[in-house]
């Protein structure tokens, strides 16, 4: 069964950093998302994708995150400059878009900003 | 503004026993209710949904829109049940989830 992947599975960084996490959504999945998991905290959306723009976004997503789709297959999400409280596990997810489809999750990125 | 709420953190139950999730939701218009599980280092799953009315793996859950929740129900727990359980909202038509903080369900043999 196709599966979303996500790479890699644990990033460390120094605050101040640019990060990069990347998604590979199932291949004829439409609709693309981020949300990402504070240790202990809710998993919160942070962006949805479609047709190669953000479709919405919440208030976490601010300046200093991007996300980009640029092969037709990966989909990337990219925070400028890290900061501590960015460190959270951060899960990509897909979707077909046709109606009573749900959405499929990667098996998430731990991000930590030391 | 979507709200879910998952009251418990913790919820150890033993083998055989009954095993109710409460879930409530805030939420004015038309919602979509699901529930996700996610087993130990495993990746996030739907476990079921309000629309489909399906029983998977014995659990159950009843969308009630009057006490705006969305109980997740087994009558006899397993030892594989044991897991992480979210439930989560999103608006008809539109997939963006909202999440509870989810339960810790541990079974005892």
């Known amino acids: 069964e196709p599966e979303v992947t996500q790479t890699p599975s644990h990033q460390v960084t120094q605050m101040g950093q640019e990060v990069i996490l990347r998604c590979v959504p199932i291949?004829?999945?439409?609709?693309f998302y981020w949300y990402r998991q504070i240790l202990g905290q809710k998993v919160e959306f942070l962006v949805s994708?479609?047709?190669?723009?953000?479709?919405?976004k919440s208030e976490i997503f601010d300046d200093q995150f991007s996300v980009e789709r640029p092969d037709g297959s990966n989909f990337t999400l990219k925070i400028r400059s890290t900061k501590l409280e960015d460190s959270a596990m951060y899960f990509c997810?897909?979707?077909?878009?046709?109606?009573?489809?749900?959405?499929?999750f990667g098996p998430g990125t731990r991000l930590t900003v030391l | 503004a979507q709200r879910v709420t998952q009251p418990e953190k913790l919820l150890s139950v033993f083998k055989g026993a009954p095993v109710e999730l409460k879930c409530n939701y805030s939420?004015?218009?038309?919602?979509?209710l699901f529930w996700y599980v996610q087993y130990s280092r495993q990746r996030l799953q739907l476990l079921l949904r309000?629309?489909s009315r399906e029983s998977i793996k014995g659990f159950t859950a009843d969308l009630n829109k009057g006490e705006t929740s969305f109980h997740l129900k087994k009558p006899f727990a397993q030892e594989e049940d044991s897991a992480m359980y979210y439930c989560?909202?999103?608006?008809?038509?539109?997939?963006?989830?909202?999440f509870g903080k989810g339960n810790q369900v541990v079974v005892i043999p």
């Open positions: 939420y004015s218009g038309s919602p979509e």
């Open positions: 291949s004829n999945h439409l609709y």
């Open positions: 309000h629309i």
């Open positions: 997810a897909s979707i077909t878009g046709e109606a009573a489809d749900t959405q499929y």
């Open positions: 994708f479609y047709n190669n723009e953000i479709s919405e």
């Open positions: 989560a909202l999103c608006r008809y038509g539109n997939n963006r989830l909202a």
